[in-house]
């Protein structure tokens, strides 16, 4: 049996037992510290063989305000932010700190999750990098309030959404707008054949659509536009809070309105082709079904002439 040694303990200073852990002197330096005199490669100016698309960071966390149409109308959360731009052939690189210098300097009062404000920060951060375009992801969590069908009580239920805006000095902006968001499904061939019951799952539904130039955000919510267009055509909706009588209208109404993936994917479709601020439009619908150990899938992608 091994006992342990309580006894106090006379430790090395910290600098000596940062020395036992491999931490050395500095060793002595030659090149300037002055920014003027470094070198600079990445504004290297050679024929680098080819044009590159999209260069810039990504992963990139920070706060983000959203206004919304249902409750919470505003909500703080966190964006996952992506940004490039194209670079010449005779460019070697990009300025990696600028594209964090523009996101601070629109974060100090607050990163407003929003059309007008992201066109406004994508133009500017193509003059600051001193490139002819820039383009800029953002993906974010939104909140909305959802009540029981029958108690009325709420809670709050989640999608993951996202804006692209890409910015040309040439061509201006193009705009997309993302939604992915969880339904119950209940499958109809399940209902047809058994004596009762049907099985059902969770169903996961992405879209991504195209803006025309002409969108107005003040006038449309298109998160509220597309939260719908995946929510009404479930066999439900999901809830965060049920009370019994809720469940039992939950349950039958998903009965009442039994979906494949192949029609989620149409349903949502058809809602996306009326909506007349869109241009194009990518469905995805995806369950987890309940009965095997694959999932199911259907995509529909669609270009209004």
């Not at 959360?77 to 940004?83: E, L, R, V």
């Not at 700190?97 to 066109?119: A, D, P, V």
């Not at 209208?249 to 082709?273: I, S």
């Amino acid at each position: 049996m091994n006992v342990k040694d309580n006894s106090q303990k006379i430790l090395p200073n910290k600098i000596e037992r940062l020395k036992l852990f491999g931490s050395v002197e500095p060793g002595p330096k030659h090149k300037p510290t002055e920014k003027d005199k470094m070198s600079d490669l990445q504004n290297l100016q050679k024929d680098f063989l080819f044009e590159l698309d999209a260069v810039g960071i990504t992963n990139v966390k920070y706060p983000v305000i959203l206004k919304s149409k249902l409750k919470p109308y505003t909500q703080n959360s966190i964006g996952t932010f992506t940004f490039t731009s194209s670079i010449k052939q005779t460019s070697k690189g990009t300025n990696m700190s600028r594209f964090m210098e523009q996101l601070e300097l629109y974060s100090k009062n607050g990163f407003i999750f929003e059309l007008n404000t992201l066109k406004e920060f994508t133009k500017e951060l193509a003059e600051r990098l001193g490139q002819r375009d820039a383009t800029v992801e953002i993906n974010t969590t939104w909140f909305y309030e959802r009540k029981g069908p029958s108690s009325q009580i709420a809670g709050l239920n989640h999608a993951d959404i996202n804006l692209i805006v890409s910015y040309h000095q040439d061509s201006g902006y193009k705009v997309s707008a993302g939604l992915s968001v969880f339904v119950t499904t209940l499958c109809p061939c399940s209902k047809e054949i058994s004596e009762y019951s049907a099985h059902n799952q969770r169903g996961n539904v992405s879209i991504q659509v195209s803006l025309t130039e002409d969108f107005n955000e003040d006038e449309f919510d298109w998160k509220y536009a597309l939260l719908e267009a995946a929510e009404s055509n479930a066999s439900s909706r999901l809830h965060p809070i049920l009370k019994r009588p809720d469940e039992k209208m939950v349950t039958e109404g998903a009965y009442e309105n039994p979906r494949f993936v192949e029609d989620m994917a149409r349903l949502v479709a058809a809602d996306l082709y009326e909506l007349p601020y869109v241009k194009s439009f990518e469905v995805t619908c995806q369950n987890e079904e309940s009965i095997h150990m694959h999932d199911a899938i259907a995509t529909i992608r669609y270009t209004k002439e």
